[in-house]
């Protein structure tokens, strides 16, 4: 059980309010008319946005290969402090940003649509490869992040991206949900837009770290209750998600843990079975692991097979992760 006293943030919840609808409101980009810059503590969009970017680089400053982190629905770029920090003693550079509508990116609590976020992580991919040529890049999507990840590579302009890392990814899509919550959203989109919704009392936990959960509940950059149009949003990027999830060409790893709460493991199952004909897919399934793997009390297992992964993506995982029973995991 979640403790009564923590007040979650709203990515945990995903269990009784993802649905299905009509159109969202959204809060789009303005035009395009500057050229997309990095900074050391920001990345400027095409349309002038400003959107805080957090790095964790190795101390030699030449890192063997970079990481472009995306965080999950409601979270911002300091979700990646934990593994950027281990990534980069071991010679990974590692680079988040805040996604438009999330920590201090502009239109905070507003869904800015899947097209802009896709062209914000071309942008950014782009930038980081530029600053490193000549070393590997990698995408790595916790949650809402992975789904983006996906759509972003099966895109008609895929980020320059050598493989992407998936974190307990969100492809809940409508084709797993139950008929009254996809009904539920229809007519909420439609009347309530506005209406926010946060993730107390819902008896779900996100991880066993319990005492960085309490830090989440005291950030204010974490985003404690949620537009219903927001959630639409997200519910649009997850059905992208999980119709292309069998396009992906490049080598990806997928990470999950076997109590994560707020994934469920039928859209989780339905993901790994389009991405097994693929041949680009290793798979680490984590016993004690929750939603939040990269976060979690044996957070450094992931942190390991990551590390092992970007360095020889022929090898078993270190954590023996990619060895569990893909078959018993796969059944209904």
């Given at each position: ?9 709203c ?80 010679g ?13 990116a ?12 896709v062209?914000d ?23 809402m ?10 895109s ?43 993730g ?11 005492e ?20 639409y ?5 997850m ?8 396009k ?19 859209p989780v199952?339905?993901?790994?079975k389009?991405?097994?004909?693929t041949?680009?897919?290793r ?10 793997l ?6 450094a ?18 954590s023996?992760?990619?060895?569990r ?8």
């Amino acid at each position: 059980m979640i403790l009564k006293s923590l007040r979650l943030p709203c990515f945990v919840l995903f269990p009784c309010l993802l649905l299905g609808g009509c159109t969202p409101l959204i809060h789009p980009p303005g035009p395009n008319h500057v050229e997309p810059q990095l900074r050391k503590s920001h990345f400027v969009a095409t349309d002038g946005a400003v959107l805080p970017v957090r790095s964790w680089l190795p101390r030699s400053g030449k890192p063997e290969a970079v990481i472009v982190a995306l965080h999950g629905f409601n979270d911002y770029g300091n979700a990646f402090a934990m593994p950027g920090r281990y990534l980069s003693e071991r010679g990974i550079a590692l680079y988040a940003y805040d996604q438009r509508g999330f920590g201090n990116a502009p239109g905070r609590g507003l869904w800015a649509g899947m097209d802009a976020y896709v062209d914000d992580l071309d942008h950014f991919t782009r930038l980081v490869r530029q600053n490193y040529p000549g070393k590997p890049v990698y995408i790595l999507g916790e949650s809402m992040g992975g789904a983006l990840a996906i759509v972003a590579m099966t895109s008609a302009r895929p980020p320059a991206a050598d493989g992407i890392i998936l974190s307990a990814p969100a492809v809940w899509g409508r084709a797993t949900m139950p008929w009254y919550q996809r009904a539920l959203l229809t007519i909420s989109v439609s009347t309530v837009p506005w209406l926010e919704l946060t993730g107390e009392s819902l008896g779900i936990l996100p991880s066993d770290n319990i005492e960085m959960l309490r830090g989440l509940g005291r950030d204010p950059l974490v985003i404690k209750e949620t537009r219903v149009d927001t959630i639409y949003g997200l519910v649009n990027l997850m059905d992208e998600a999980l119709a292309r999830v069998e396009k992906l060409n490049k080598e990806v790893l997928v990470l999950y843990g076997e109590h994560d709460q707020v994934i469920p493991k039928e859209p989780v199952s339905l993901m790994l079975k389009k991405l097994s004909k693929t041949g680009v897919a290793r798979v680490a399934l984590y016993e004690q692991g929750y939603h939040l793997l990269l976060r979690d009390l044996s957070a450094a297992k992931p942190w390991g097979d990551i590390a092992a992964w970007v360095a020889d993506r022929s090898k078993p995982l270190p954590s023996g992760a990619d060895k569990r029973n893909m078959v018993a995991f796969l059944k209904p």
